[in-house]
Protein backbone atom coordinates (compact mmCIF):
# COMPACT_ATOMS: atom_id res chain seq x y z
CA UNK A 1 0.00 0.00 0.00
CA UNK A 2 1.53 3.34 -1.21
CA UNK A 3 1.67 6.81 0.78
CA UNK A 4 -0.91 9.02 -1.19
CA UNK A 5 1.62 11.59 0.21
CA UNK A 6 3.73 12.19 -2.95
CA UNK A 7 7.47 12.97 -3.14
CA UNK A 8 6.92 16.23 -5.12
CA UNK A 9 3.58 17.75 -6.03
CA UNK A 10 4.93 19.53 -9.04
CA UNK A 11 7.20 17.37 -10.82
CA UNK A 12 10.61 14.90 -10.37
CA UNK A 13 13.26 16.54 -12.77
CA UNK A 14 16.02 14.97 -14.77
CA UNK A 15 18.93 16.88 -16.69
CA UNK A 16 21.90 15.40 -18.76
CA UNK A 17 25.17 16.89 -19.73
CA UNK A 18 28.04 15.27 -21.95
CA UNK A 19 31.67 17.19 -22.06
CA UNK A 20 34.44 15.19 -23.90
CA UNK A 21 38.01 15.89 -23.97
CA UNK A 22 41.33 14.45 -25.73
CA UNK A 23 44.07 15.57 -23.72
CA UNK A 24 48.17 14.94 -24.74
CA UNK A 25 49.45 14.26 -21.10
CA UNK A 26 53.31 14.75 -22.08
CA UNK A 27 55.66 17.18 -20.29
CA UNK A 28 54.14 20.51 -22.32
CA UNK A 29 50.55 21.67 -21.83
CA UNK A 30 47.68 19.78 -23.35
CA UNK A 31 46.03 20.22 -26.02
CA UNK A 32 42.07 19.89 -25.21
CA UNK A 33 39.35 19.08 -27.69
CA UNK A 34 35.37 19.07 -26.39
CA UNK A 35 32.10 18.08 -26.88
CA UNK A 36 29.28 19.31 -25.37
CA UNK A 37 25.37 18.27 -25.01
CA UNK A 38 22.88 20.19 -22.89
CA UNK A 39 19.49 18.56 -22.93
CA UNK A 40 16.46 20.74 -23.14
CA UNK A 41 18.12 23.30 -25.26
CA UNK A 42 19.48 21.11 -28.01
CA UNK A 43 22.68 22.58 -28.40
CA UNK A 44 26.26 20.72 -29.94
CA UNK A 45 29.10 21.78 -30.12
CA UNK A 46 31.43 19.38 -32.38
CA UNK A 47 35.00 18.21 -30.90
CA UNK A 48 37.39 15.25 -31.47
CA UNK A 49 35.65 12.98 -28.76
CA UNK A 50 31.62 13.01 -29.60
CA UNK A 51 30.20 11.31 -26.86
CA UNK A 52 26.21 11.30 -26.99
CA UNK A 53 24.04 10.60 -24.34
CA UNK A 54 20.12 10.15 -25.22
CA UNK A 55 17.71 10.01 -22.40
CA UNK A 56 14.97 6.72 -22.58
CA UNK A 57 12.57 9.76 -21.40
CA UNK A 58 12.80 11.66 -24.59
CA UNK A 59 13.10 15.84 -24.32
CA UNK A 60 11.10 15.65 -21.11
CA UNK A 61 12.49 17.29 -17.93
CA UNK A 62 9.95 15.75 -15.59
CA UNK A 63 9.15 12.15 -14.74
CA UNK A 64 5.81 13.33 -12.54
CA UNK A 65 5.25 12.33 -8.69
CA UNK A 66 6.62 9.37 -6.49
CA UNK A 67 4.76 8.16 -3.40
CA UNK A 68 6.02 6.45 -0.45
CA UNK A 69 6.88 2.56 -1.44
CA UNK A 70 7.17 3.25 -4.95
CA UNK A 71 9.62 2.47 -7.57
CA UNK A 72 10.85 3.64 -10.73
CA UNK A 73 13.44 3.30 -13.26
CA UNK A 74 15.11 5.18 -16.48
CA UNK A 75 17.95 4.55 -18.87
CA UNK A 76 20.37 7.06 -20.38
CA UNK A 77 22.24 5.43 -24.36
CA UNK A 78 25.74 6.13 -24.08
CA UNK A 79 27.30 6.27 -27.73
CA UNK A 80 30.25 7.48 -29.26
CA UNK A 81 31.01 8.08 -33.26
CA UNK A 82 34.72 8.48 -33.19
CA UNK A 83 37.37 7.12 -31.22
CA UNK A 84 37.51 4.85 -28.15
CA UNK A 85 37.51 6.98 -24.78
CA UNK A 86 37.41 6.57 -20.86
CA UNK A 87 33.71 7.74 -19.52
CA UNK A 88 33.10 9.24 -16.17
CA UNK A 89 30.21 10.11 -14.93
CA UNK A 90 28.58 12.29 -11.83
CA UNK A 91 25.61 13.23 -9.95
CA UNK A 92 24.55 16.61 -8.40
CA UNK A 93 26.56 17.22 -5.47
CA UNK A 94 24.52 16.64 -1.75
CA UNK A 95 22.22 19.29 -1.24
CA UNK A 96 21.76 18.44 2.99
CA UNK A 97 17.82 18.10 1.91
CA UNK A 98 15.40 15.56 3.94
CA UNK A 99 14.69 13.99 0.38
CA UNK A 100 18.36 12.72 -0.05
CA UNK A 101 17.57 10.51 2.85
CA UNK A 102 14.27 8.99 1.87
CA UNK A 103 14.90 7.89 -1.61
CA UNK A 104 17.14 5.34 -2.33
CA UNK A 105 18.97 4.82 -5.60
CA UNK A 106 20.84 1.97 -7.42
CA UNK A 107 23.03 3.15 -10.48
CA UNK A 108 24.96 1.01 -13.04
CA UNK A 109 25.64 0.18 -16.57
CA UNK A 110 24.17 -2.62 -18.92
CA UNK A 111 27.05 -2.58 -21.56
CA UNK A 112 25.26 -6.20 -23.54
CA UNK A 113 21.52 -4.60 -23.81
CA UNK A 114 20.00 -7.36 -22.16
CA UNK A 115 18.10 -4.85 -19.73
CA UNK A 116 20.31 -6.13 -17.16
CA UNK A 117 23.18 -4.32 -14.88
CA UNK A 118 26.34 -5.96 -15.55
CA UNK A 119 28.48 -3.31 -14.51
CA UNK A 120 27.64 -2.01 -10.87
CA UNK A 121 28.16 1.52 -9.87
CA UNK A 122 26.78 1.43 -6.41
CA UNK A 123 26.84 -1.45 -4.39
CA UNK A 124 22.28 -2.14 -4.15
CA UNK A 125 20.22 0.72 -3.14
CA UNK A 126 21.51 3.54 -1.31
CA UNK A 127 20.19 6.76 0.29
CA UNK A 128 20.37 9.62 -2.62
CA UNK A 129 22.91 11.79 -0.11
CA UNK A 130 25.16 8.89 -0.24
CA UNK A 131 25.19 8.45 -4.16
CA UNK A 132 25.52 12.34 -4.17
CA UNK A 133 28.64 12.60 -1.67
CA UNK A 134 30.33 9.25 -3.30
CA UNK A 135 29.70 10.58 -7.28
CA UNK A 136 29.28 14.56 -7.27
CA UNK A 137 32.71 14.75 -7.73
CA UNK A 138 32.71 11.76 -10.94
CA UNK A 139 33.23 8.26 -10.62
CA UNK A 140 35.08 6.46 -13.60
CA UNK A 141 32.71 3.87 -15.41
CA UNK A 142 34.99 2.16 -17.70
CA UNK A 143 35.80 2.21 -21.63
CA UNK A 144 33.72 2.61 -24.33
CA UNK A 145 34.33 1.61 -27.99
CA UNK A 146 32.60 3.50 -31.27
CA UNK A 147 30.69 0.21 -32.08
CA UNK A 148 29.36 -0.29 -28.54
CA UNK A 149 26.67 0.87 -27.09
CA UNK A 150 25.77 1.36 -22.98
CA UNK A 151 22.96 1.92 -21.04
CA UNK A 152 23.55 4.36 -17.96
CA UNK A 153 20.47 2.69 -15.67
CA UNK A 154 19.29 4.39 -12.56
CA UNK A 155 16.82 3.24 -10.33
CA UNK A 156 15.17 4.77 -7.16
CA UNK A 157 12.60 3.76 -4.48
CA UNK A 158 10.96 6.19 -2.07
CA UNK A 159 11.29 4.37 1.57
CA UNK A 160 10.21 7.13 3.92
CA UNK A 161 7.48 9.99 3.82
CA UNK A 162 8.89 13.30 3.10
CA UNK A 163 7.07 16.41 2.85
CA UNK A 164 5.96 17.90 -0.75
CA UNK A 165 9.22 18.48 -2.58
CA UNK A 166 11.09 18.59 -5.84
CA UNK A 167 13.82 16.58 -6.54
CA UNK A 168 16.32 16.35 -9.28
CA UNK A 169 18.35 13.28 -10.86
CA UNK A 170 20.77 14.97 -12.72
CA UNK A 171 23.78 13.36 -14.70
CA UNK A 172 27.00 14.81 -16.02
CA UNK A 173 29.14 12.50 -18.80
CA UNK A 174 32.60 13.42 -19.32
CA UNK A 175 35.15 11.45 -22.06
CA UNK A 176 39.00 11.37 -22.85
CA UNK A 177 40.18 9.52 -26.04
CA UNK A 178 42.21 7.11 -25.01
CA UNK A 179 44.94 7.05 -27.05
CA UNK A 180 45.95 10.14 -25.58
CA UNK A 181 45.94 8.66 -22.28
CA UNK A 182 47.36 4.94 -20.94
CA UNK A 183 45.79 5.55 -17.64
CA UNK A 184 42.72 6.69 -16.86
CA UNK A 185 43.74 7.43 -13.63
CA UNK A 186 45.50 10.25 -14.41
CA UNK A 187 42.67 12.13 -15.53
CA UNK A 188 40.29 14.80 -12.90
CA UNK A 189 37.49 15.75 -14.59
CA UNK A 190 36.21 19.06 -14.26
CA UNK A 191 34.13 18.41 -11.48
CA UNK A 192 34.04 19.67 -7.68
CA UNK A 193 31.72 20.15 -4.65
CA UNK A 194 31.20 22.30 -2.07
CA UNK A 195 30.05 20.55 1.47
CA UNK A 196 26.51 21.71 2.32
CA UNK A 197 27.05 21.03 6.11
CA UNK A 198 27.36 18.13 8.80
CA UNK A 199 23.86 17.80 10.00
CA UNK A 200 25.05 15.84 13.02
CA UNK A 201 27.40 18.40 14.09
CA UNK A 202 29.02 21.99 12.14
CA UNK A 203 26.41 22.87 10.16
CA UNK A 204 29.03 24.48 7.81
CA UNK A 205 31.13 21.16 7.30
CA UNK A 206 33.91 23.35 8.76
CA UNK A 207 33.64 25.86 5.86
CA UNK A 208 31.34 28.50 6.46
CA UNK A 209 28.74 26.80 4.37
CA UNK A 210 25.28 26.99 6.01
CA UNK A 211 21.67 25.73 4.03
CA UNK A 212 19.13 28.13 2.69
CA UNK A 213 16.26 28.60 5.46
CA UNK A 214 13.54 26.27 3.72
CA UNK A 215 10.57 27.19 6.73
CA UNK A 216 9.96 28.87 9.64
CA UNK A 217 7.47 28.52 11.89
CA UNK A 218 5.79 31.19 14.56
CA UNK A 219 4.89 29.33 17.74
CA UNK A 220 2.82 30.17 21.18
CA UNK A 221 0.37 33.27 19.25
CA UNK A 222 -3.21 31.72 19.01
CA UNK A 223 -4.09 33.95 16.51
CA UNK A 224 -1.25 34.43 14.19
CA UNK A 225 -2.09 37.11 11.12
CA UNK A 226 -0.69 36.03 8.19
CA UNK A 227 -1.00 38.13 6.44
CA UNK A 228 2.65 38.96 5.52
CA UNK A 229 5.32 36.96 3.48
CA UNK A 230 8.47 35.99 5.43
CA UNK A 231 11.72 37.97 4.58
CA UNK A 232 15.25 36.31 4.12
CA UNK A 233 18.42 38.02 3.62
CA UNK A 234 22.06 36.57 3.65
CA UNK A 235 21.64 34.03 0.73
CA UNK A 236 18.63 32.45 2.82
CA UNK A 237 20.61 32.23 6.09
CA UNK A 238 18.74 35.44 7.99
CA UNK A 239 15.08 35.58 8.63
CA UNK A 240 13.94 39.25 9.15
CA UNK A 241 11.46 40.05 12.19
CA UNK A 242 10.89 43.21 11.96
CA UNK A 243 10.46 45.36 8.80
CA UNK A 244 8.73 47.94 6.93
CA UNK A 245 6.14 45.41 5.96
CA UNK A 246 5.79 43.37 8.50
CA UNK A 247 6.71 43.11 12.47
CA UNK A 248 6.57 39.86 14.26
CA UNK A 249 3.68 40.24 17.24
CA UNK A 250 4.56 39.89 21.23
CA UNK A 251 2.39 37.52 21.51
CA UNK A 252 4.60 34.66 19.40
CA UNK A 253 6.82 33.06 21.83
CA UNK A 254 9.40 31.09 19.89
CA UNK A 255 10.85 30.97 16.22
CA UNK A 256 11.66 27.40 15.04
CA UNK A 257 13.77 27.41 11.35
CA UNK A 258 13.94 24.46 9.22
CA UNK A 259 17.43 24.20 7.23
CA UNK A 260 18.98 21.64 5.33
CA UNK A 261 18.97 18.75 7.80
CA UNK A 262 18.39 21.06 10.76
CA UNK A 263 15.46 22.50 13.12
CA UNK A 264 16.52 25.43 14.80
CA UNK A 265 14.42 26.76 17.59
CA UNK A 266 14.99 30.34 19.21
CA UNK A 267 13.04 31.99 21.97
CA UNK A 268 11.46 35.00 20.62
CA UNK A 269 12.47 38.49 22.68
CA UNK A 270 11.72 41.16 19.90
CA UNK A 271 14.65 40.61 18.09
CA UNK A 272 15.13 42.08 14.19
CA UNK A 273 16.65 39.06 12.96
CA UNK A 274 17.28 35.36 12.90
CA UNK A 275 20.63 34.21 11.34
CA UNK A 276 20.76 30.13 11.37
CA UNK A 277 24.13 28.04 12.31
CA UNK A 278 25.67 30.48 14.46
CA UNK A 279 24.88 29.37 17.84
CA UNK A 280 22.03 31.49 18.77
CA UNK A 281 19.44 28.99 19.15
CA UNK A 282 19.12 25.07 20.43
CA UNK A 283 19.28 22.63 17.20
CA UNK A 284 18.08 19.74 16.62
CA UNK A 285 19.74 17.32 13.90
CA UNK A 286 17.43 15.09 11.60
CA UNK A 287 18.01 11.25 12.71
CA UNK A 288 19.20 9.26 9.70
CA UNK A 289 16.69 6.76 8.84
CA UNK A 290 14.27 7.78 10.96
CA UNK A 291 11.53 9.35 8.53
CA UNK A 292 10.60 12.67 10.00
CA UNK A 293 12.14 12.78 13.10
CA UNK A 294 14.92 15.13 14.42
CA UNK A 295 17.82 14.23 17.26
CA UNK A 296 16.15 14.86 21.24
CA UNK A 297 12.86 16.64 20.01
CA UNK A 298 9.42 15.84 19.14
CA UNK A 299 9.18 18.77 16.76
CA UNK A 300 9.46 17.83 12.97
CA UNK A 301 8.24 19.41 9.89
CA UNK A 302 4.89 18.19 10.71
CA UNK A 303 4.85 18.92 14.48
CA UNK A 304 6.75 22.27 13.56
CA UNK A 305 5.40 23.83 16.71
CA UNK A 306 5.53 20.98 19.32
CA UNK A 307 2.02 20.67 19.87
CA UNK A 308 1.39 24.66 20.62
CA UNK A 309 -0.46 26.86 18.19
CA UNK A 310 1.22 28.52 15.76
CA UNK A 311 1.78 28.98 11.91
CA UNK A 312 4.69 27.60 9.29
CA UNK A 313 5.89 29.33 6.34
CA UNK A 314 7.28 27.47 3.31
CA UNK A 315 9.73 29.28 1.18
CA UNK A 316 9.42 27.01 -1.34
CA UNK A 317 6.03 27.47 -2.39
CA UNK A 318 5.50 30.41 -0.10
CA UNK A 319 2.10 29.07 1.25
CA UNK A 320 1.17 29.04 5.19
CA UNK A 321 0.21 26.13 7.61
CA UNK A 322 -1.50 26.47 10.86
CA UNK A 323 -1.88 24.38 13.80
CA UNK A 324 -5.57 24.69 15.56
CA UNK A 325 -5.85 28.16 17.00
CA UNK A 326 -4.08 29.85 13.77
CA UNK A 327 -5.86 31.86 11.33
CA UNK A 328 -4.38 30.53 7.75
Known amino acids: MTDSRS????????????????????????????????????????????????????????????STGESGSREVRLTLVDNPSYVWFRTECTQCLDIEEALYVRYGVDTSGDGEIDTPITDGYIPLREARDRFGTGQFVGTLDPDAEWLLVAEWELREWVED????????????????????????????CVDCGDPTGDRSGGNGVV?????????????????????????????????????TPDTVETIAIKYGRTIEVFTYVS??????????????????????????TSRSSSNFCNG??????????GGWECTDGGEP
Open 7 to 66: LSRRKLLWALTTVGAAASTGGGAAALFHDSESFGESTVSAGVVDLEAEPSWGNEDSLGTI
Open 308 to 317: EDGCKYEFDD
Open 271 to 296: QDSLTVGVNDGTTYPKLDGRGNRYAN
Open 165 to 192: TDVSLSFDFYATQTRHVSDPSDIEPPWS
Open 211 to 247: SAISWVAFCGSPALDTDFTPQLTDEGRTLLLDTDAYT
